[in-house]
């Protein structure tokens, strides 16, 4: 079946460990997402990438880093600079940068911070 | 740059009542414009999205949006809401000029029986 995978579905970090999230996707889209979801504050975009090894930071990139070795894999690294990484995050991917195509998510990852 | 504003955190409405959530954009470029839906500890599902031509979009579940740009908004309706549409939804405004796909920050859909 077609779609975006993310792992894990849970996952729980120290303070001060850097923790990477997985995404990946096998529908052949060349544009690839990350979103952190907060209560009240909707889907922030962290990092965006529209071509394999290139990337753009979003609205909220401080703390985080990606990167785009293959087109099918957009991971994300939460680092110990991140001062409040407990969150729910998601992952897109679009056709192309264009956007006149949906984007699909995964069914995220919830971070906790213990 | 682009933004989305979305009216109302939370909306109840009745079973079998008029369901009305509404979006307004910011967007320096034709816009293209998206409702998702979300379930708990889910991803987002597509309902609707606008890129060009007829400004009424129809999508799934019975939900249908009008773009307006003199309003610059894109509000979600359905006529008769059913409780299975409880969930969040989100709008988003993304344009070709930036690749950037941003949401608003969601309103939580409560059907009351």
């Known amino acids: 079946d077609g779609g975006i995978t993310q792992s894990p579905k849970y996952l729980f970090r120290k303070e001060g460990q850097n923790v990477t999230l997985s995404c990946e996707q096998n529908?052949?889209?060349?544009?690839m997402y990350w979103y952190r979801q907060d209560p009240g504050q909707g889907l922030r975009l962290i990092y965006y990438?529209?071509?394999?090894?290139?990337?753009q930071k979003g609205d909220i990139a401080e703390g985080y880093s990606v990167s785009r070795e293959k087109k099918e894999s957009f991971p994300l690294t939460v680092t110990s600079a991140q001062k409040n990484p407990t969150a729910f995050y998601l992952c897109a991917s679009s056709l192309h940068r264009d956007l006149n195509t949906e984007a699909f998510f995964g069914q995220g990852t919830r971070l906790t911070v213990v | 740059a682009q933004s989305v504003t979305q009216l109302g955190s939370h909306v109840s409405v009745s079973e079998g009542a008029l369901v009305l959530l509404r979006c307004n954009y910011s967007?320096?470029?034709?816009?293209?414009l998206f409702w998702y839906v979300q379930y708990p500890n889910q991803g987002l599902q597509l309902l609707l999205k606008?890129?060009?031509?007829?400004?009424l979009v129809k999508g799934i579940n019975g939900f249908e949006a009008e773009f307006k740009k003199s309003e610059t908004s894109f509000h979600l309706t359905k006529p008769s809401a059913h409780m299975s549409d409880a969930a969040e939804y989100f709008c988003?405004?993304?344009?070709?000029?930036?690749?950037?796909?941003?949401f608003g920050q969601g309103t939580t859909l409560q059907v009351k029986p």
């Open positions: 988003a405004v993304g344009s070709s000029n930036t690749g950037k796909l941003i």
């Open positions: 967007s320096s470029v034709p816009p293209y």
């Open positions: 529908l052949n889209h060349d544009a």
């Open positions: 606008y890129t060009t031509g007829a400004t």
């Open positions: 990438s529209q071509i394999v090894n290139d990337f």
